[in-house]
């Protein structure tokens, strides 16, 4: 024993300390920072009634046990991006892409997201754009609501294109994900219509997971009914596979964003927190044994901070281009939408919020860490794996970038030459830098799920392809409750931007702000742009308006927290600090992908006189419009700090 604790402590220290150190950062910060923010700037009060009990409705405003909605929470918050994003930055290396999680996570993620929920408990549940305007004007709440539905476009888009990749890639977490949704409305029956209550319905939940990850295995591995069937489905209508799962996503979502909380976000969203929950105890616990056993980081610290090749496929700085990768990993705008969208809608007791708001990034942040730690650790034998071998040499674009790396015609791509290009990617920093994103992609990120199964078995020696699927089914499952929670958050947001029609034209405010037309409109522009394709350019896009977002939340919650709560020095500082370092980050690195990434390829079309890149055209002006909104509302900020009142 005393041999094996010398080891984790000696060489091997790095890839289990990955693991342990964020377990430390994080208790430390929720006990200390978390419980100032708790009672001197928010000051919780357990005996306040909060909005889910006064206001209860059975649809929205219903009160929910903590650890449920801590579930729903997390797991509507968690979705694609704290997985895919760190996976992307490797490009940079583990290091720096470690330490932007951590600094993200504990400066600017928790004030964020446990500021949003708490300052919308207290206005009665309303959104960050509603309390922007109650704060700062009432061009404020016009300009951010613009602001927001334009942001949820993009995360529509990104995640519906990065859950129909995972699907096409490992078919049998696309049943296994599809089976979890109709389990979820039979757990939501149990849980609110019978006498089984919570515990029973726990139990039941348990049971479905485990169902419905072993049938995906059976069908991944012996039925292949799921492929089958979307090869047929997909080839009736003409498409790719990838846009046949886009298709049935849409409908899911339009559906889902529509039905009342009870029915399938709340009990699907708590299946969901215990697959991730699961998902991180055996990912972190399987990196510290396998530490233990001898297994360490295979893949380059640092590559090239300044030009590797990541966002959009071009030289990128890490600085500041890092937010357009990591999205949600370190910090999220995403989260203050769920937070007083939804959460605060929820909240049952306003003590609970550390543990859903603060106690949620957390979380967020240690499963970005699990997936950086898997991936240095254990990318170098999933690569190496003969299955995942014999898929890259079936995809044309992988055969592209690898015999671009290592200077060979793409007939020649043998194994030898693909074991060849496996060593030096995860050896050499340039080659790193080059290439691995690029071939990442072409993968459909399944070096994700692989990467995490790998890790899964050199601990514990449980089978690849299920745990391979499991893995996929946590990314994917949380990317779907994204997408329908940004559906119903993108629904909000329309239907205020018409709230002023409500009286003065009540017909036009009836047919406008329709449940249903309002989701309809969102879901299929949003599907649009995933059908599309163009990922390069769809993900620092939505990483970008994310982060942004961010920097919007947090200029309204300083505001309330300064003028409102009356925060002493420390909290203002707290509140306001990350605001702005925020604000001047994304701003900067939003210009850079205008000028560098997005603009070019409609400048060189139109000068060829070929047709314009819908995606990019698209994307450009979504930005623009971004950037114009939020420099009016980072003037209005400064305006209403200076303000004496």
């Not at 990065?162 to 409305?185: D, H, K, R, W």
């Not at 590797?308 to 999205?327: C, D, Q, R």
């Not at 420390?570 to 210009?591: D, E, M, N």
Request: glycine share 8%.
């Amino acid at each position: 024993m005393l041999s094996k604790c010398s080891k984790i402590l000696g060489a091997n220290m790095t890839l289990a300390w990955i693991i342990i150190g964020a377990l430390i950062i994080y208790l430390v910060f929720y006990f200390t920072h978390g419980k100032y923010l708790e009672k001197r700037v928010f000051r919780a009060d357990p005996s306040r009634e909060t909005p889910a009990r006064r206001l209860y409705d059975g649809v929205d405003y219903v009160p929910a046990n903590k650890y449920v909605l801590y579930g729903h929470h997390f797991a509507s918050i968690a979705g694609a991006g704290p997985i895919v994003g760190p996976a992307i930055a490797l490009a940079w290396g583990w290091f720096p892409t470690l330490l932007w999680v951590w600094f993200g996570n504990t400066f600017i993620g928790v004030v964020h997201d446990y500021l949003s929920l708490a300052s919308s408990v207290r206005y009665d549940g309303r959104s960050i754009a509603w309390i922007s305007g109650r704060l700062m004007g009432k061009g404020s709440h016009y300009a951010f609501n613009i602001y927001i539905w334009l942001a949820l476009l993009l995360v529509v888009a990104a995640f519906a294109f990065v859950v129909s990749a995972l699907f096409t890639a490992v078919p049998g977490a696309g049943l296994a994900a599809m089976l979890l949704i109709v389990f979820a409305v039979i757990v939501g029956w149990t849980m609110y219509k019978t006498a089984a209550g919570f515990k029973a319905s726990t139990v039941l939940a348990w049971s479905l997971i485990i169902l419905a990850v072993l049938l995906g295995f059976m069908d991944q591995e012996f039925w292949h009914a799921t492929e089958t069937f979307m090869k047929g489905f997909a080839a009736a209508l003409g498409i790719t596979v990838q846009q046949a799962w886009i298709i049935i996503l849409i409908i899911y979502t339009l559906i889902a964003a529509s039905l009342p909380v009870w029915v399938l976000l709340q009990p699907r969203d708590y299946i969901n927190a215990y697959i991730l929950w699961a998902s991180l105890a055996i990912g972190g616990a399987a990196v510290i044994v396998a530490a233990i056993k001898g297994f360490t980081i295979h893949f380059p610290m640092t590559t090239a901070l300044l030009t590797a090749n990541v966002v959009g496929g071009k030289p990128s700085p890490f600085w500041p281009t890092i937010p357009l990768v990591v999205a949600c990993g370190a910090l999220s705008g995403f989260h203050s939408l769920v937070g007083s969208g939804t959460s605060s809608k929820q909240l049952s007791n306003e003590l609970d919020a550390l543990l859903v708001g603060y106690g949620g990034m957390l979380t967020e942040g240690f499963l970005s860490t699990m997936v950086i730690a898997c991936m240095a650790g254990f990318l170098y034998s999933a690569l190496l794996d003969a299955t995942f071998m014999a898929k890259a040499l079936a995809t044309p674009k992988a055969v592209k970038v690898i015999a671009k790396a290592m200077g060979v015609s793409p007939e020649n791509v043998t194994g030898a030459v693909y074991t060849r290009f496996v060593e030096k990617l995860v050896t050499d920093p340039a080659t790193a830098a080059s290439y691995y994103s690029a071939f990442a992609g072409a993968m459909k990120w399944s070096i994700i799920p692989y990467s995490y199964a790998y890790a899964v078995y050199s601990a514990f020696g449980w089978p690849i392809p299920l745990m391979a699927v499991f893995g996929t089914l946590w990314i994917t499952g949380f990317a779907l409750t994204s997408l329908d929670t940004a559906a119903r958050l993108g629904r909000f947001a329309w239907q205020e931007l018409f709230i002023w029609a409500r009286e003065k034209a009540p017909t036009f405010y009836k047919v406008i702000a329709n449940r249903w037309l309002a989701s309809i409109i969102l879901v299929l522009l949003g599907g649009w742009l995933a059908w599309k394709g163009a990922f390069l350019v769809l993900w620092p896009a939505f990483a970008g308006m994310n982060q942004l977002l961010a920097s919007l939340a947090l200029m309204t919650v300083a505001v309330w927290a300064i003028k409102i709560q009356k925060a002493p020095k420390a909290g203002k500082v707290l509140t306001t600090a990350p605001a702005v370092f925020l604000w001047t980050t994304v701003t900067i690195a939003l210009i850079w992908f205008l000028a560098v990434v997005s603009l070019p390829p409609i400048f060189s079309a139109i000068a060829a006189g070929e047709p314009i890149p819908a995606t990019s055209l698209a994307v450009s002006i979504i930005i623009g419009l971004g950037l114009a909104l939020n420099l009016y509302l980072f003037a209005i900020w400064l305006l209403t700090l200076r303000r004496r009142e």
